[in-house]
Every structure is written in C-alpha cells, then in structure tokens.
C-alpha cells in the first residue's frame, strides 16, 4: 500500500477528501487485513460525521466493485436489468417485477439479501417454497438466466466481498444511516451483478430505512448522481411506507400475494407499484394477462422450487394456527402503521435479529384493509398465522398499529417523487 | 449493562452527551469484552468530532480509574504530589523533580511511561542505569516510598486497565489528539497513583504534542478544571518546547544531565523549569544545595540500579562512536528544532515507533549550545553518539534543526503561563 493508513484516517478525521487512491488503499487494506476492524470502523465513523464528496463515493464504490468479481454475461442478450429497494413491509415487489421484466424483453440477474431486523428479506421469502434454492454457483446463475430471463438468487461471497466486511462492520458500529456509505455498498452490489439499467425503489416512512421525505430525497438523489456516474442508467422512485405494501406481511404470505399479483390480480398497491417501477410502455397490460406468472414458475422450478406448492397454502405455509383481530368500533382505518405491522411480524418469527437466526416460514400478518377502507364493529382487521410464541406481543403492536376512527383520513400518494439523471 | 452500545455510539454520534451511566457502561463493557474493538473505536472517532462536555470528561476519568485498582497509601503521611509533562524532547525534568520534592516534604509515586515515536520515556531513561527496574509491584512500591520518599516505576496493569485499551485503540485509529480524551487518560492514571496534589508541564511547540499555543491552552484548562472537578489540586505550566530542554536528548546522557542538575548545576532551562514547577519557596535553594541528589541515588538503589554507573558514562552508555556537527560559519544559534533533534536520536535508536521495540541507551545527540548563543565557525554545535546504523539520516535532521546565522533570535520565554483552577 502506497498510502498510509494514518494518512486516510487523518484526512478524513480533519474534513479532508480522501483521494481515490486513498479509497482505493483503503478498501483493499480492509479485504487483505492490513487494515484492522477499529481503524476500519474509525474511518466509517469519520465518514459517518464528515461526510464524503461525489467523488468519493464514486471512488468507494469502484472500489467496491474492484474487491471481488463482476458477473458477465458475455454471449447472452440483453439489456440487463434490475431493481433494488432500499427495505419496507410487505414489499414483494421483486417476486412480480424480475419475470414481468423478462416478459417485456429484458434479462433480470437478481442477487438479492436475506432480512435483519424488522423487515423481511426477499430470499427468505422465496425459501418459503419448497426445495427453492438461493444459493445457486455463477455457473448455473447463467443456465437459469439463458433459459428462463431471471433469477432470484443470494450472494456468492465473490460479489463486492468489501461491501460485505464494511456492511457487517457498519451494523456494529452505528454507522448505518450514512448517505455516501449506503450508496456505495447499494450500487458496488448492483454493479457486480453486471447490468446496465437499475430502478431503485427508495421507501419513505415508518417501516422505512428513510423516515422523512428529505432524507429519501437526498438518498434517492445520491443513488441516481454516483449511479449514473459510474455509468450505469439509474432511475429512482420515492414511495410511500406509512403502511405495509399490500395486504401481506410475511414470507409465504408474500409469495402467495405476488403470485395473485403475477396472475394479474392481488391488492392495488402492489399492482401500480410494480407498473411503476417497470418503467415501460406494455408493463400494465402484460402483468394484467398474467403471462409474468408462468415465467415466476418457471424461475421457480429452475431454482430447484416446486410449483406445485405454490397454490397449495398448507404446504406453503406449514402448521400454523390463526387469531383474528377484529374492530372494536366501526369508522374509518385511519393508520396501519407499517413498522408496527413489521414488528408483529418478527415477534411471530417471521424476521431474525442475527444473521445466523432462521425464519418461519408461515407466520404473518394478513390485513384485511388498507388505510381509508371503511370497517364495521367485530369486523376482522387482520389474521394473525402464529406458532408456539410471539403472539402476545404481536397482538400487542398489532393493536397499536391498526387504528380505526370516525374521519377518513386525507389520502397520500403511493409513489411519491421520481429521479432521473 | 443497563445501556445498549447501540445507544451509546448514537447519542454520541448525533452529537448529544452521553449519560454517566452510558459512559460508566462503555468503559466497563471494553474492559469486559462486551463491546467489540471496532464499537469502542467508532465512539472514540464520534467523540474525537463531536467532543465530549466537562460532565462527560470527569465521567470518563472516573470509570477508568474505576477500571482498576487505586494506589492506597493508606498508614505513611504526605503530602502526595506527581507532576506529568504531556511529553517534549530532552525532558528529564521528572529524574530530578521527584527527589527535589521529597527533600521539600513530600511522597512521590510517580508511575511513569516509556516512550513512543520520536520523544523518549522517562522508564527508557532510568533503564540505561544497569540494574534500574521499572516493573515494581504494589507491596515493593509502597516500601520504596515510604523509606525513599518517591519511586518511579512502570504501570502495573492492575491501574486504570481501561485507559490501557482505549490509549492503544487511539494510536491504532487516528484519534490521539483530542483534548477531552487525553485529559481523562493522563488524569486517570495519575489518579490511580493516589496523589493529592498534580502539576501538569503543558509543553507546546514543534517538539511537543500541542504545536501551538491555543491548542497547548485549551489542554491545559481542560487538565486543571476535571482534576480540580475530581478533587485533586491540580495545576499547569505552559512551557515551551519549540527547542530541547537542557542539552542531551537520548538515554543516557540524560540521567547524566539530570544528575547534574541533581547537584545544582546543569542547564539552565532544565535547573530552572524544574524550580518552577516544583512550586515550593525552597525549591531553588534544595535544589541548588545538591541534597536532592543523594535522594536521587537512594531511590535508584532502591529499585535495583547500580548507582557507581551513574558517575561512569562508558558503563552508562555503553560503546558508542562520536560524530561531531560543526558549525559552517560564525554567528549565533537561531534555531533549534525540537522535533529535528528528536528524529535525529530516533534515527540513532535512542526510540521505538512500536511498543515492543527495545531502544539502545548510549545513542543520542549532545548540544553544545542553546538558541541565542554564539558560535565560531568550526567550533562543535553537538556532539553525535551513534552504533552501526542511522547515522547518516540522523546527520540530514540534526544539519536541518541547527541553524546558524548573522541576527540574535528574539529571546522565548521558556515557561509562557499558568494555570490554576
């Protein structure tokens, strides 16, 4: 290493821009350990407070990319293209979106992550199909998308192994929330992935990473900046997180609803949302024939999953049993708080706070109403599908969540702003 | 513990305070092992930019001496007295501080450090006196000082473990030079030694950690506010360190300088910043007396050294070779770069830049003279002791630091304030 490790830490410590052969040095000292874990995370720490300019993190981000290799497709025809969602409740857009794309031309190579916390992972949910696998070697990522268009796999430890170290490193340290840090480990993952175009889904609102419409705001505008920068068409798409997406909050739950969604049907929200974000002229009418949904089998059955399980709930869902919370009085659904829904959800056993937690596969929250839905008295809000723990507690959050009341609430727009470069 | 690390690193991170408690709880959990490497450094980069209030700083000095064990004396009268300097190049003050006071009617536990970087350790120093141990425990400790009057020995690793972490934590990640954090380090060691009285030399100048005068006084008040808010009757002097103090800067040769001034002579800035800080009416004329000499040599004795060497430079330094620096041409000196002088004997081995490195005793660099004195061309301007290697780097700096020329420099005042609470 050229640079010295006190000489990146004093930069950045006193304001400075690291030079893109700091980052460089310093990425690459991290992956060998010539950078230790605390001078790793004293960095982060600074970054955190000082900031990084567009230049850095572009910088961060190619190098994040250099840490590892980039998957090519080399003889295979595109255009590739994929979608990232910065986390939300019930957000199984993925599941609908990969095959709809494949149906309107384009090749989907998904490399998607498992959930921590509160919110649940895409690949969790699609484990909850029997015998799918996400674990697929580059190899066979190729035969599946030469032959099907799309995957929906997990990452194979080659991909940005950087991002890996930091990430893990940045949830130990309370240096998450950092605009510049997130960028470059959202897009150093999608660059890997080896696509041209990328739709970024940024949530706003309780059950999101970004609270507030400013902080989305200057998220969504940094992804699409340090995107487009590094050459990649980046688009983004600021929508709403007030209350879960959909009526499903869960893993088989969500399978089962994106499926109604890939069969042309299934909840509004979902719907629009997944037209929006497809981004093209034919996205409405082909996910309204239905035709995205034989190419999801497909991706499922190439992915070692069985189909047949898909219109199948007990095999989806396992032994689960059920409690209704019903409405106490008769008005309006005034609030259905996503974070709240989410929360039930994890004390069901549907999330894990450490990585190394397995999910249950068929707890979860069902809603029966979207906020603004009239309800009567003793009518039922929601399902509750739950195992041997957790339901005091989700019931708990659950009440909390779902408010009912005399007014109808004012209504708020799904997606709520764009960025393009 | 009560409080979640995650908490901690937060409120520190969005610039609030963070509770006695949460401090309490993070000293404890990185002395446990509770709180990872990386945590503990990520809060010392938050707390390195967003600082830490006098609250918060007398927290962090109280839960690292908490850390350990406290010094208890406990059964011999006092007054206890220590004096620490935040570190300069040629400073030998302690080796003749120490006996002056107990000859003034004091006890003098002085825990002391051994160097890193350029300036040397006061341990480094006395070790070059055949026999000196600086590894003393408890019971040894308390009769050396109560048949002596003073010690001076190494930290035990039963005082103040968690400064111990947190101090080699800061040199790993860049966050060594923070006001709050170096106050709670040196307090909470010197605390541990159970004095009752502290006097703080705040050196400031190139050879010194504060470069500058602001800098040097803002430590300083900081130093005086939290030791007084913890009790101690604590005070500090401002003493310049743009030059060496006296004129040997290694190993040897200044226990020899010491001895000197042990018996009233030496250097004249050594001889009279030593008065100064020794804070006592009869401090010039003990001191003058020679008497602190042979309380010098008792407390050697004492801790196993061979006080015949003392007077032996060949035993003291062992077989070195002498270089001699000329000067190119009349005139008076008009500078004298501490820090040049300081890389000079650290190219020679007088130093270590990593903490299990030995330093070799006999090397350094004699001064013939001090800033403002007049030189003939060809007389010595310092004297090189060297071994097989450095030589040629340490004659680059030492040719850099010395200057000679036609105009008497403005004269500096060697001790520029005081603080006292």
Redesign the interface.
């Known amino acids: 290493m050229n640079v010295s490790i006190?000489t990146i830490?004093?930069r950045k410590?006193e304001g400075h821009a690291n030079s893109s052969d700091e980052i460089h040095a310093f990425v690459k000292g991290v992956v060998d350990g010539d950078i230790?874990?605390?001078?790793?995370?004293?960095w982060?720490?600074?970054a955190?407070?000082?900031g990084l300019d567009f230049r850095e993190t572009v910088a961060l981000t190619r190098a994040m990319v250099g840490s590892g290799r980039r998957l090519d497709w080399n003889g295979l025809s595109g255009p590739f293209i994929d979608k990232h969602s910065t986390g939300g409740v019930g957000d199984k857009v993925s599941l609908v979106l990969a095959p709809l794309w494949v149906e309107l031309g384009c090749k989907v190579p998904m490399i998607s992550g498992r959930g921590l916390g509160f919110t649940g992972g895409t690949l969790d949910k699609l484990e909850s199909i029997p015998g799918y696998r996400c674990d697929l070697d580059s190899a066979r990522l190729r035969v599946v998308l030469r032959d099907i268009g799309c995957f929906i796999s997990g990452q194979t430890g080659e991909l940005a192994p950087a991002d890996g170290i930091l990430y893990a490193?940045r949830n130990?340290?309370?240096?998450v929330p950092s605009i510049p840090l997130i960028t470059a480990s959202i897009l150093s993952k999608k660059i890997c992935e080896g696509v041209e175009k990328l739709v970024l889904d940024v949530k706003v609102g309780s059950g999101a990473f970004m609270k507030d419409l400013p902080s989305a705001r200057r998220l969504a505008e940094s992804l699409v900046k340090v995107g487009n920068g590094y050459g990649l068409d980046t688009k983004a798409v600021l929508s709403d997180m007030g209350q879960p997406l959909g009526l499903a909050v869960g893993n088989a739950i969500e399978v089962m609803e994106a499926v109604d969604c890939l069969k042309g049907g299934g909840p509004g929200d979902l719907f629009d949302l997944t037209v929006r974000l497809a981004d093209h002229p034919d996205a409405l009418e082909t996910l309204r024939s239905g035709a995205a949904y034989e190419r999801f089998c497909a991706m499922v059955a190439a992915q070692g999953g069985d189909v047949a399980a898909l219109s199948t709930p007990t095999r989806m869902m396992g032994p689960v049993e059920e409690w209704v919370l019903e409405a106490r009085q008769s008005g309006h659904v005034i609030a259905c708080d996503a974070i709240g829904v989410a929360k039930a959800a994890f004390y069901l056993g549907a999330g894990r706070s450490r990585a190394e937690q397995s999910v249950s596969p068929g707890v979860g929250v069902l809603l029966h109403h979207k906020v603004g839905d009239h309800v009567e008295q003793g009518e039922p809000l929601a399902v509750v599908y739950h195992l041997d723990s957790g339901l005091e507690r989700a019931r708990k959050e659950l009440s909390k969540a779902l408010l009912v009341g005399p007014e109808l609430p004012s209504p708020r727009e799904l997606v709520l702003e764009e960025f393009v470069s």
């Open positions: 006190e830490l004093q410590r230790s874990r605390p001078q790793a995370a004293a982060l720490a600074f955190f407070l000082n490193l130990e340290t309370s240096t």
